[in-house]
Structure formats: C-alpha cells, structure tokens
C-alpha cells in the first residue's frame, strides 16, 4: 500500500534553513503531486506548495513564495521541502501528502523546531 | 483565495451522539470538498472525499453532503474512537485551504 515516510525531527537557529526529506513506497511515485502541509502548535492545517514528481513543476502559496523551495529525486522516489529565513513562527510540524484530488496519503510528519 | 470556515469549532458529545460539523466556502466550490480526521500526534486522514463520497475503509457511520458553498460532515453514532479533531478543505483550485478544525471532544 502506499506511504510515504519523513526525515526525523529538526531544531534550528532563528535566520537557518531546513530540508525535510519525504520517501514514497508502494505506488508510482511520478503519478501523485507531493504537497507540503504545516501545522503550528495547537493550530490548523496550512498548505504551503507542492512539486509534480514526473515535471518537477512546482506551485506555491504566495505566502511561502521567495522562502521555500520544493524538489525531487525519481530516482529515491523522494520529494523534499526547504525553507530559509525562519523564524520563531516556522515552528510546527511539516506534513507531506500526495494529492491526485485530495489528499489520501500523508507523511507521520516532521517537527521543526525553531529557537535560539 | 477561497476561505473555509468551519462551525462549531468545538463539540462536546456523548458516545451514540448523532454529530454534525458544518463548513462554508466563500465561493461555489461544486462538489470538490474533503473531510479529514486528526487525532493528536498525528496525520490527517482522509474520510470524505468529493464532499460525499466515503474513502475506502471509513465507517459507514460518517457521512458527507453539500454543494457549492455548504457542506455537513455528520457521524450517525458517535463512537469512542472519534474524539479527534475534523477538518474540511476544498479542492477546486489553488491554493488548497482547510477550514479552522472542530474538535469533537467528551461532554
């Protein structure tokens, strides 16, 4: 069945960067949109961009644009999110998820932790 | 963009409850609206899927109607394995938003 599995948690410094690593298993990775979800601390769901495996098209949020970029690697069937300039209010827990329509798929989750 | 609001944004509920979460787009989305269950620590998971139709393996005890700018999440009896937290989000163009959540919690 599909999955896909993430890099371990992070803690960085205020003004660092951040790569969270997401490995799909079980479906062929080229047919979804991997797409990126964060989640702050006892809040909502924010989608922050995705990457198309098979182009390597991305799209993102305006609010990510200039700060975050989306890659991938056919040959791991990886996708991978990384965010500069971060800030105390980057802290949460970044998901990956695939989504032909929805999302039906997702990632445990990454906990980025940003703190001086 | 197109907002999702969610009501209410907590639910206290009995076991055997019939439950219903409301959520609103701020413009006509069609049919292209999901529901998610998240219980904390976790994932979201997918429940409902064109605002109607149940993701394989869901208990038929959820169901999803709506169209357009309104659409109801409702679980017929509530079991304890449903205190969790449901979010809804549409699907029609991007950005992708959620709602806000609601969390259904022990009365």
């Known amino acids: 069945q599909a999955q896909l599995v993430q890099s371990g948690a992070e803690v960085k410094k205020p003004g660092a960067s951040v790569k969270v690593s997401c490995q799909a298993s079980g479906y062929p990775f080229t047919t979804y949109d991997i797409n990126w979800v964060r989640q702050a601390p006892g809040q909502g769901l924010e989608w922050m961009g995705y990457v198309h495996p098979d182009s390597g098209n991305t799209g993102y949020a305006p609010k990510f644009q200039g700060r975050v970029t989306m890659t991938r690697d056919t040959s791991t069937s990886t996708a991978y999110l990384e965010l500069t300039s971060l800030t105390s209010e980057d802290t949460g827990v970044y998901y990956c998820a695939r989504r032909q329509y929805n999302f039906d798929c997702w990632g445990q989750g990454t906990l980025v932790t940003v703190s001086s | 963009d197109i907002q999702m609001t969610q009501s209410p944004s907590t639910l206290p509920a009995s076991v055997g409850d019939r439950v219903t979460i409301t959520c609103r787009a701020s413009q006509g989305i069609n049919s292209w609206l999901a529901w998610y269950q998240q219980k904390p620590g976790k994932a979201p998971k997918l429940l409902i899927y064109?605002?109607?139709s149940l993701e394989s393996g869901v208990p038929s005890r959820f169901s999803g109607s709506g169209s357009g700018t309104e659409f109801t999440l409702t679980i017929s009896s509530l079991q304890p394995d449903d205190f969790a937290t449901y979010f809804c989000q549409h699907y029609k163009i991007n950005p992708w938003t959620f709602g806000q959540g609601t969390k259904v919690e022990i009365k």
């Open positions: 064109k605002a109607s």
